[in-house]
């Protein structure tokens, strides 16, 4: 077998394996993505009502609260960036970081200090190189997340709203995450979680066509926004998480079936030169049969004379 044959035959070999695990994770992906979708579908109805309470108890009330108050010149903003533990998802987590930078300059040009939080291996490494200041960071459960990881990343972030900003709290909270639209869509967005936008959820509703419901507040309108701003930012987050993890699932299915089409198209080729390395060398081993052949037929006519 010729040098250049077995080169092409050892690379078909490589690819084909290639294929195989990028087959197998194009699979495992797509079956995740169900399962992730039953998850965002699940915890939509509740962090729905929980938002309605929190408009209600603060439009039926004169209470001032960091969850519903907005201050006349905020000078400090906290960002929670959600990106991924792991790659091969294509540009999941780099639109994700891009928003986060769009997000930064626009809080920048308003004169706001920017807190940054991150969820994900990637994002923190992203600044890390960078040598950029992060408050604090999560990774480890990016594309399966519970809501105890919800709670632990919401604990910090409520802290600081409730700080004030000489004491280094924040005014707002935004969030950045990548929102699934469906298995072939995915946007990165960025929300501002508070102070919640009372006028913004009043015309959801209306058009929706929906009545916000009457509660009676006990001890006050104050406690009852003081329990419920935990379960508000924690639900929050985690219907962030899960959408954000159904949209790494679908980017890193999209990507291995991508690499997989690839590589089917890369064996056709390297098949195809393989086939005119070896039609080559045959050609070549008839040539030096028939002229070998010619030489001792001239040879033998030579003799006989």
Known sequence: MGAQLRVYKRRIQAVTATKKITKA???????????????VAAS?????????????????SNAKHPLTTEVEAPTRAAVLLVTSDRGLAGGY?????????????RLASEG?????????????????????????????????????DAKSIAAPLIAAIQKDTAEGGVDELHIVF???????????????MLPLSLDEVAKESTRKGEILPLFDFEPSAEDVLDAL??????????????????????ARR??????????????????????????AEITQEISEIVGGASALADATAGSDK
């Open 25 to 39: 994770m194009e699979m495992i992906a797509a079956s995740r993505i169900v399962k992730a979708q039953r998850k």
């Open 44 to 60: 939509k109805p509740y962090a729905t009502e929980l938002t309605r309470a929190v408009t209600a108890v603060a439009t039926g």
């Open 93 to 105: 987590s780099s639109n994700a970081i891009k928003a986060a930078e769009r997000l930064r300059e």
């Open 112 to 148: 706001k200090e920017v807190d940054t939080y991150i969820v994900g291996r990637k994002g923190v490494a992203y600044y890390g190189f960078r040598e950029r200041k992060v408050e604090d960071s999560w990774t480890g459960f990016t594309d399966n997340p519970a809501y105890a």
């Open 178 to 192: 990548t929102e699934f639209v469906s298995m072939m869509t995915q946007n990165a967005v960025d929300d501002r």
């Open 229 to 250: 701003l935990p379960r508000y930012v924690e639900s929050r987050i985690y219907n962030a998480l899960l959408q954000a993890a159904a949209s790494e699932h679908a």
């Open 254 to 279: 999209r990507a291995m079936k991508s690499a997989t089409d690839n590589a089917g198209d890369l064996i056709k080729s390297l098949s195809r030169l393989a086939n005119a390395a070896r039609q």
